[in-house]
């Protein structure tokens, strides 16, 4: 299971951390960020590897930041320099054996 925390509103500009525990095993695994925005498909966002390699949509490269602590499975995304159009719910995610997903989160920045 994933258990995902932070989000809310921030101005433009201003930043924001989430982050995700996963309980679902004590193996690292591969785990990932997605947002959905209204009337939108859900897009990846940030992924990071078992092996901690790190990979990001363009759209926020150069100002997100996906991390884990330590050898734990608990994912933080640091979100920097937010825009409008980052506005969305934001879900982790990871997959073993089946996909899980958190609970989403409420990401709103205004203009």
């Known amino acids: 299971q994933l258990q995902a925390s932070g989000g809310g509103l921030v101005q433009a500009g201003g930043s924001l951390r989430l982050s995700c525990a996963a309980s679902v095993t004590s193996l690292r695994l591969n785990m990932g960020w997605y947002r959905q925005a209204a009337g939108k498909q859900r897009e990846l966002v940030a992924i990071i590897s078992s092996g901690d390699n790190t990979n990001y949509a363009e759209s926020v490269k150069g100002r997100f930041t996906i991390s884990r602590d330590g050898a734990k499975n608990t994912v933080n995304l640091q979100m920097n320099n937010l825009n409008p159009a980052d506005t969305a719910v934001y879900y982790c995610?990871?997959?073993?054996?089946?996909?899980?997903w958190g609970q989403g989160t409420q990401v709103t920045v205004s203009s």
């Open positions: 995610y990871t997959r073993l054996g089946r996909e899980y």
